[in-house]
């Protein structure tokens, strides 16, 4: 078990304002912020982020969704960090989202979902590796 994970504050989210108001439930949830940055993707990047779902029907859709505005990528840092944040943000639907999960509040759809977080403590290293130099972690 690691304590830490890779989140991403999608597009849906930052036009919505709501960079704030995540980052508030994030420190609220004991998460220490350990590298953050605000950056637009462009479609090859979010390809290349999201290569491990290529085959899935909605790969165009997310991924066009993700370079469609900025978003802010962190990693954040917790005792059992991936499946504490998977516990906050909440389902991958917000519409099966728990009360008082980041995606309950803030998300719209399946696919427009406010916030990312990792499945694993392996695709946590490779996310948070994908954005973030070693110069770039505190
Ligand atoms: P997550 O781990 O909860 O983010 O969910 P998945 O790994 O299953 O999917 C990754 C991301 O793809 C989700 O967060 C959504 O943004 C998107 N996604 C998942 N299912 C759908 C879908 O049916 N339609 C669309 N457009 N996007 C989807």
Redesign the pocket.
Known sequence: MSNRTFTMI?PDAVKAGNIGNILQMINAGGFRIVAMKYLFLTKQQAEKF?EV?AA???YG??TE??SSGPIVAAILEKGNAVADF?TL?G???PAQAEEGTIRKKYAA?????AV??S?SDENAAIEGNFFFNGLERF
Do not use: C
């Open positions: 999608k999201y779902h899935r029907p909605f859709e997310l969704f993700m998977r943000i389902a991958t639907n759809s399946i696919g427009e979902n990312h977080g499945d």
